[in-house]
């Protein structure tokens, strides 16, 4: 099936710092891309919707200045956590939308273990 | 809204028992479930889904019927194996929009030799 990467895998950093997260489609160009956090023992929750060459649409509650996403190409979109603080401390998944067809379906990247001291 | 509620776990078996796994939502409008599997380390996948109501989805011998009256769709399997240790988690999608994916909150299942 089609391969999504993340990178990093971990992040630890310090307090006020920005953090970089990437997403990949490795086989196939998404045009939509989504953003997911993970509290422990809490579900996945939608953060926003990335799409190719657009401003991406974030979910209610979600500081768009905080968490500024960029796709800038079918293969890559990129989730940066501004002036990180430990209350940003998740599990960040991203996913990747293959394109219609009628079996459509999304493709879940391995996610991003993010620590703020 | 939208949201999926599945049995808390952590759910512990041992090998070869039968695996149920609840789950039940709410949506507007007519959606498609999903069962996602993670396994440790790594991102989720998709274990099967199903998009009307009285189909079953099935794979690796995993099974889960989507029952309209009950809105449901829980997850079944005959004889777990100890590879089928994994968080699975239960969602659903309304058509239109983004498609965005509602989960449930996981249940961690560990399968004891």
């Known amino acids: 099936g089609a391969v999504v990467s993340q990178h990093p895998s971990r992040v630890i950093c310090k307090s006020g710092t920005s953090v970089k997260i990437e997403c990949r489609s490795l086989?196939?160009?998404?045009?939509?891309m989504f953003w997911y956090r993970q509290f422990p023992k809490q579900s996945l929750m939608l953060m926003a919707t990335?799409?190719?060459?657009?401003?991406?649409?974030?979910e209610q509650g979600v500081e768009k200045d905080k968490f500024l996403i960029n796709h800038a190409s079918l293969t890559l979109s990129t989730l940066t956590v501004t002036s990180a603080h430990p209350e940003d401390s998740s599990f960040y998944i991203c996913s990747a939308r293959v394109p219609a067809g009628g079996q459509e379906t999304q493709y879940f990247g391995p996610g991003t273990r993010l620590l703020v001291l | 809204g939208n949201s999926v509620t599945q049995m808390e776990g952590p759910v512990t078996l041992s090998e070869e028992a039968f695996l149920t796994i609840n789950c039940t939502y709410t949506a507007t409008g007519y959606p498609s479930l999903f069962w996602y599997v993670q396994y440790p380390g790594e991102g989720l996948q998709l274990l099967l889904k199903a998009t009307k109501a009285d189909d079953k989805g099935s794979n690796k011998g995993f099974e889960a019927t989507y029952r309209k009256e009950t809105t449901s769709f829980h997850l079944e399997k005959g004889s777990v194996q100890v590879s089928d240790s994994a968080v699975y988690f239960c969602a659903l999608r309304v058509r239109g929009g983004y498609q965005k994916v509602t989960f449930g909150t996981g249940t961690k299942l560990q399968v004891i030799p």
């Open positions: 086989d196939f160009q998404a045009t939509t």
């Open positions: 990335s799409n190719e060459g657009s401003k991406a649409t974030y």
